[in-house]
């Protein structure tokens, strides 16, 4: 099982950005033999995958954030990033980070069925 930690959340204005981080240890191969990527909750409301990046480097994303988030990733720091720009109240959510062993190809609804999971980290948007 690999570790993974995020950072990153706060609270911003509606139109801020934010950029999260996943810090992934404990594994017994690199970043680059797993897909990652990123799910959001918000209270009330169901598991939402937003983004994921598969072994590749091939991303892709959930409608509602597409043009205004990335996800990327650093393999020689093991580490993933998700970039959220023109951010909205819809937004407000616990983000998480997952990732999956050697998977074959990825959809951002896929992310939320990871069994890597970090803690989360918050982030809040005010209109």
């Known amino acids: 099982q690999v570790q993974l930690v995020e950072s990153g959340g706060g609270s911003v204005q509606a139109g801020g950005s934010l950029r999260l981080s996943c810090a992934a240890s404990?594994?017994?191969?690199?970043?680059?033999?797993?897909?990652m990527g990123w799910f959001r909750q918000a209270p009330g409301k169901e598991r939402e995958g937003v983004a994921a990046i598969d072994r590749a480097g091939s991303t892709v994303y959930t409608d509602s954030v597409k043009g205004r988030f990335t996800i990327s990733r650093n393999v020689a720091k093991n580490s993933l990033y998700l970039q959220m720009n023109s951010l909205k109240p819809e937004d407000t959510a616990m983000y998480y980070c997952a990732a999956l062993y050697m998977c074959r190809a990825v959809a951002p609804a896929d992310v939320v069925f990871w069994g890597n999971r970090g803690q989360g980290t918050q982030v809040t948007v005010s209109s």
């Open positions: 404990r594994y017994t191969f690199g970043i680059g033999s797993y897909c």
